[in-house]
């Protein structure tokens, strides 16, 4: 039989009974506290179960499947064999000639040409073979043929193209492609990575995996003190820029104007030689920081919204509440309402349909609805339409297409040794923001979060400066947040029918601050008429601070208790679009 060893587990010997000690699966990718003693082992039973990321198993059985559909699990990657060889003259080279990069640049990267299966035409085609090396290893390969195919090797990682090139350097240049890069290379600059798939569409839902590099590359960006975007100047390379300062933190990063009529630096490199992809890169601006502004920085906008009006914002998904209210990356939302009336469901829905509608995705602090398990059963019945229990829920394929879909579009947040205080929601939120791109963050509830308040400050005082971080926060990473609040104790009122019944509250009732209304951009109240014997929930829209994303009014949702999900009441056709849901 096996000891603990042989699976990496350390047990001082000598050692009886219950022993805690390091989880050797999730100690290597735990950012803070990677010697925690998450792992425990039962020595004489020859068990083992991590309560950190769930990795269990047995002496005698060997490793078991983690139940927790959220624990972490190390990812492998294939790793190409490539050659590398170069051939020094034929229709390569000339090929990269043609583009302004020399054979000497094209050796240096050990660019090669081979016959690679292309997906697009389904057959073998001669295609150029661009290595993607870190700390001196293929990591993996982009073939290209001569009709710009492209395809990366099957289940390799996807990293960055040149990083090994930018050791030692304090500034990094991001561009769009290989071509560029080498572009820069023959400009002087070996301080250059491309992204590995080009930029999206402006339009895709699909920045989650698009961006999968940068968390891998985390630790490789920390080194830079500048990060210069050099992408192209089209739709897609604005918002692969506007994507990247994001994440990377706009403080730290520059952007580069091209020449009239370049879309990028290879075009520069063409149409008007080294120096000025060299003077584009000296020239390279701060990119905008909010509360740092000049009108240049925002004279393009200020063009678009004249020729174009305002954007609109995310539309919530029914058509009545969607003539009420958008969300708008950038701002923040109070939700109130009475315990028990659905608070939590309601934003459940939104989070569900955003993410169908618009591709958003979420990262949420919710402790009332743990275990995660429990919580991940809510959103699924509302993302598949169907109840997880009793004989008509869903079936074991629609549980895992929801399992899939959930992890692509939700990170949960859970503060450990540090206290669930805000600044330490909005440390993992901005995290959440860099790895995963999450447009959303919801912190449900207020009263859940560890309250340090100076002894300086009366509880109005705090909340206004929390609040404040809040919106900032919101601004600064451009994300939508939602918070939601627990009214204060309220007195039952005669209502229509002459019952004594709760009033509907608003955020004047939040116990604290008026400021849950005042420094808000929206406010909502979710109410329901517990008396009443029908399924019917109220929406109450009572602030909306700009009017091109709404105005105030009232609507009524029928909830369905077996899948969670609401409807119109009349039978009004929810806000479907072709590529969308809604909850």
């Not at 627990?486 to 007195?491: F, G, I, M, N």
């Not at 004594?500 to 939040?510: C, E, G, L, Q, S």
């Amino acid at each position: 039989m096996k000891s603990f060893s042989d699976f990496g587990i350390d047990v001082p010997a000598g050692r009886t009974g219950e022993v805690p000690t390091t989880c050797p699966q999730c100690a290597p990718h735990r950012k803070k506290n990677p010697k925690a003693r998450c792992l425990s082992v039962n020595v004489d039973k020859g068990v083992w179960k991590c309560n950190h990321c769930d990795w269990r198993g047995s002496l005698q059985e060997g490793i078991h499947d983690r139940s927790n559909p959220f624990a972490h699990r190390a990812k492998t990657y294939h790793k190409p064999e490539y050659s590398g060889v170069t051939p020094e003259s034929g229709h390569m080279l000339d090929w990269f000639a043609k583009r302004g990069i020399s054979a000497n640049v094209v050796r240096r990267n050990r660019i090669s040409v081979a016959k690679v299966w292309m997906p697009q035409v389904e057959g073998e085609v001669s295609a150029i073979r661009f290595p993607y090396f870190r700390d001196g290893q293929v990591v993996n390969i982009k073939s290209r043929d001569h009709q710009k195919n492209f395809r990366m090797e099957s289940g390799a990682e996807r990293i960055l193209y040149g990083m090994d090139d930018c050791v030692g350097f304090e500034t990094l240049i991001i561009v769009e492609g290989e071509i560029d890069k080498l572009s820069f290379e023959v400009a002087g600059f070996l301080n250059c990575v491309s992204v590995p798939d080009g930029a999206p569409s402006p339009t895709s839902k699909d920045y989650t995996s698009k961006f999968s590099f940068l968390e891998s590359a985390e630790e490789f960006l920390n080194g830079f003190k500048k990060i210069i975007l050099a992408v192209d100047n089209d739709p897609a390379g604005q918002k692969l820029e506007e994507e990247l300062a994001r994440r990377l933190g706009a403080e730290c990063c520059l952007r580069v104007e091209w020449p009239d009529g370049c879309k990028d630096a290879n075009v520069v490199l063409l149409n008007h030689g080294a120096d000025t992809v060299k003077n584009c890169i000296e020239n390279a601006r701060p990119y905008p920081v909010a509360g740092i502004f000049e009108v240049d920085d925002f004279s393009e906008q200020i063009n678009r919204m004249y020729e174009k009006g305002l954007p609109p914002g995310a539309r919530p998904g029914w058509p009545s509440l969607n003539a009420l209210i958008t969300f708008q990356p950038g701002q923040w939302t109070t939700v109130t309402g009475i315990p028990g009336h659905g608070k939590s469901e309601v934003i459940d829905a939104f989070m569900i349909n955003l993410a169908n509608k618009y591709g958003w995705t979420f990262a949420v602090f919710s402790p009332e609805n743990q275990p995660l398990e429990l919580h991940f059963q809510k959103l699924a019945e509302k993302y598949i339409g169907k109840p997880f229990f009793n004989p008509n829920r869903m079936a074991r394929e629609e549980m895992e297409s929801a399992k899939s879909w959930i992890a692509d579009h939700f990170t949960f947040v859970l503060p450990e040794s540090d206290g669930v205080s805000v600044e330490n929601i909005l440390k993992l939120a901005r995290i959440a923001v860099r790895r995963k791109g999450v447009t959303g963050i919801v912190i449900d509830p207020w009263n859940e979060l560890d309250h340090c308040r100076p002894a300086s400050f009366s509880e109005t005082e705090y909340i206004s400066a929390s609040l404040t971080k809040i919106r900032r926060f919101a601004r600064e990473n451009g994300v939508h947040v939602w918070l939601v609040a627990h009214p204060a104790k309220l007195r039952k009122e005669k209502n229509e029918r002459g019952e004594m019944a709760y009033p509907v509250p608003t955020p004047y009732d939040i116990s604290g601050s008026a400021h849950w209304r005042n420094k808000a951009d929206n406010c909502i109240t979710v109410y329901r008429d517990v008396m009443s014997t029908t399924d019917l929930v109220q929406v109450h829209v009572q602030k909306v601070r700009f009017k091109h994303c709404g105005k105030p009014g009232v609507v009524e949702l029928r909830y369905d208790r077996m899948t969670g999900r609401y409807e119109e009441p009349f039978g009004t056709p929810l806000d479907l679009d072709d590529d969308g849901d809604a909850a």
